[in-house]
T-cell receptor, first 110, second 114 residues
Framework: GQSLEQPSEVTAVEGAIVQINCTYQ??????LSWYQQHDGGAPTFLSY????GLEETGRFSSFLSRSDSYGYLLLQELQMKDSASYFC???????????FGKGTRLSVIA | DVKVTQSSRYLVKRTGEKVFLECVQD?????MFWYRQDPGLGLRLIYF???????EKGDIPEGYSVSREKKERFSLILESASTNQTSMYLC?????????????FGPGTRLTVL
């Protein structure tokens, strides 16, 4: 089986940096993904890490350490529109469905 | 752009009714998925399909069935709706690339069973 742990809620100030952590337990490992979901919206893909290290896409970065079964999503220069839920997800075999964490609700405050 | 559409955004049904939720994708994706999303529980996989006429149970298939008669369409069926099936239902699709396949989600159907 697979399990993922991420904080349920995080609050951060506009313009600041926030890190959302995710730890996972899987029998195999085919990468860690992150999805963003605004209230009332569909989840949308943010990033994917298959190898250790940091992947940067604009204000968002994602990090993976396979030896620690750990990853994080880093959001810089926070904007109010970043208020959303963020889900980490893993797959333990090729072409199997993603298994999602329960999500972290990020609130950006002025 | 990949587009995944779901037949209804909001649906209200009565206990015991048979409910059909339809999902259509327009990018010739092999894989399609049905999730339900409940507060504090995240996205839980109900059923998925890798090809036409094929289906696999996910983590919570009880009380649901699916149908995939055409590649672009994946239907979720609640044979006899119950109040504990009140939820947000999300459909998703992806290519079969063997290693990583980003999942594209539809807008969701919020189902209320009275």
């Amino acid at each position: 089986g697979q399990s993922l742990e991420q904080p349920s809620e995080v609050t951060a100030v506009e313009g600041a940096i926030v890190q959302i952590n995710c730890t996972y337990q899987t029998s195999g490992f085919y990468g860690l993904s992150w999805y963003q979901q605004h209230d009332g919206g569909a989840p949308t893909f943010l990033s994917y890490n298959a190898l250790d290290g940091l992947e940067e896409t604009g204000r968002f970065s994602s990090f993976l350490s396979r030896s620690d079964s750990y990853g994080y999503l880093l959001l810089q220069e926070l904007q109010m529109k970043d208020s959303a839920s963020y889900f980490c997800a893993v797959r333990d075999k090729g072409n199997t469905p993603l298994v999602f964490g329960k999500g972290t609700r990020l609130s950006v405050i002025a | 752009d990949v587009k995944v559409t779901q037949s209804s955004r909001y649906l209200v049904k009565r206990t015991g009714e048979k409910v059909f939720l339809e999902c259509v994708q327009d990018m010739d994706h092999e894989n399609m998925f049905w999730y339900r999303q409940d507060p504090g529980l995240g996205l839980r996989l109900i059923y998925f399909s890798y090809d036409v006429k094929m289906k696999e149970k996910g983590d919570i298939p009880e009380g649901y069935s699916v149908s995939r008669e055409k590649k672009e369409r994946f239907s979720l069926i609640l044979e006899s709706a119950s109040t504990n099936q009140t939820s947000m239902y999300l459909c998703a699709s992806s290519f079969d690339r063997g290693f990583y396949n980003e999942q594209f989600f539809g807008p969701g159907t919020r189902l209320t069973v009275l």
